[in-house]
């Protein structure tokens, strides 16, 4: 059973529909007590990082999670769910749920490509190159491109943790891997074929063993 | 480097596609979540739902089409027309549509951008405009006017103040429709597309005049947009979406080749 965690940043339609089209079991809620039953946890998101880590807080997931994850469950961030998994959100100045060293920045308003002044959110297709290989990114074409739309992006303390890095005006961390963790700035869910083969991987993955 | 966006845009009225759209064999397609799967198939990057809607039935005929088609494709996709306001807005994207489109009803009443934005996020909020070349005034001093029930009506303001306005108030995209160009398949309107595209922060999608590849080539290029939106030409068959993006690579446009 797939948990989805439910704590009103946009909206999880899309990731659901991308698991029923996989075969999995899901469940969406923000009860601790219910994500329980889960052996695989998602954590989603669009939105602003500081109203999410207040909702966090009020239900006292951001907790659960740091316990989950301690446990050596995986848990996959996606988005939102990835930015506020660091320290600190640039955005609304949030401190978040600290699980990996280092801050979410603020993608520069200065940013050129070509001498072409690039647009902010980062919205689009782009690809990811990967720095080795991991279980959650297995069988993944190189070519594969994947959706994102971002006006922040997570920048972790430790070089080790990055995993991808995507160029947009700079190179950023698109993917962060730490043991049972992943965590990517894309939507893997709107990110067509490659995007559910990265969902399926996921929730085949067994990290404790 | 991000991707140029290639978006086919389908219209439907009541449920079904209000021109048949010919696919392998020749055969027409009336359903869209069957069209859409077919563009999914052949490498669309987003998809536009364009709803021509007489009646509050045919708007919940559209919610499930939308329904249905979140659970058959894994791309971002739109939906537009008869978008009033929030409560439109959300049973959408509820349903599974990643962003609305508002278009003659954000020049009634801009606050349905900046109150979309403020519930969905500034992602969610495309800005339709209906355009058409004017003689510049001092009250069109950018000689595009926005026009709205299918440009049918002037209402008096400048395209290029709008676009700003309509970026100001929060909205996260632009779709940008030159009604002089639409249905004539001679090309966008270049001029209008940068001239916008370049006094914006957010994405433009250029529409209106697709008729060959190197109509998206010069409106990627030349006319700055960050997508294009064709529909007749691919929707009869004379184009396929993979064939434009291979032409596009080959004259060094960026586009996403592997799907």
Not at chain 1, 37 to 58: Q, S
Not at chain 1, 116 to 142: C, T
Not at chain 1, 170 to 196: D, Y
Request: aromatic residues 8%; charged residues 25%.
């Amino acid at each position: 059973m797939i948990a989805i965690i439910d704590y009103k940043a946009g909206n999880l339609t899309s990731v659901a529909r991308a698991l029923e089209n996989i075969g999995e079991e899901y469940l969406i809620t923000d009860e601790s007590c219910l994500l329980k039953k889960a052996t695989h946890v998602i954590f989603p998101g669009v939105g602003a990082a500081g109203e999410a880590m207040n909702y966090l807080r009020e239900k006292k997931l951001a907790a659960w999670i740091r316990e989950w994850v301690n446990e050596g469950k995986p848990l996959m961030g996606i988005c939102l769910g990835t930015q506020i998994i660091l320290e600190y959100s640039e955005e609304n100045d949030t401190s978040c749920i600290g699980l990996v060293a280092g801050r979410t920045k603020r993608f520069s308003d200065k940013m050129t490509e070509s001498g072409i002044p690039l647009k902010i959110p980062h919205m689009g297709w782009n690809s990811v190159a990967f720095r080795r290989s991991h279980p959650v990114f297995e069988n993944i074409n190189p070519e594969a491109e994947f959706y994102f739309v971002h006006s922040y992006y997570p920048a972790p303390a430790d070089d080790t943790a990055v995993l991808g890095i995507t160029g947009y005006g700079i190179n950023f961390c698109s993917v962060l891997a730490v043991e049972n963790l992943v965590a990517m700035q894309f939507h893997p869910e709107k990110s067509g074929r490659p995007g559910l083969q990265i969902l399926r991987n996921f929730c085949a993955w067994r990290p404790l063993c | 480097m991000l991707s140029k966006r290639i978006i086919p845009c389908l219209d439907v009225r009541a449920g079904k596609l209000t021109k048949g759209i010919r696919f392998k064999g020749n055969v027409d397609i009336g359903d869209p979540v069957e069209a859409a799967r077919e563009y999914y198939d052949q490498g669309a990057d987003e998809i536009v739902f364009y709803d021509i809607t007489a009646s509050s039935d045919e708007r919940n005929i559209m919610i499930d089409v939308v329904e249905r088609v979140a659970r058959t494709i894994f791309i971002p996709f739109s939906v537009g027309g008869g978008i009033r306001n929030l409560d439109d807005m959300r049973k959408v994207i509820l349903a599974g549509a990643e962003k609305v489109s508002v278009n003659s009803a954000a020049v009634v009443n801009p606050e349905i951008i900046t109150e979309g934005a403020g519930a969905f996020g500034s992602q969610c909020i495309v800005l339709g405009m209906d355009v058409k070349e004017v003689e510049k005034t001092k009250k069109i001093p950018s000689g595009y006017e926005i026009v709205i029930h299918g440009g049918r009506k002037f209402t008096g303001i400048d395209a290029l103040w709008w676009a700003r306005e309509a970026e100001r108030l929060g909205a996260g995209e632009i779709c940008l429709n030159s009604i002089d160009a639409d249905g004539t398949q001679d090309g966008y309107e270049l001029n209008l597309t940068a001239l916008i595209s370049e006094n914006v922060h957010i994405p433009v999608i250029a529409s209106g005049g697709a008729g060959k590849p190197e109509h998206l080539a010069a409106v990627l290029t030349t006319g700055k947009a960050d997508a294009a939106l064709i529909a007749s030409m691919v929707h009869y068959r004379t184009y396929t979406i993979a064939g434009i993006k291979q032409y596009l690579h080959e004259h060094q446009i960026k586009t996403r080749m592997s799907w």
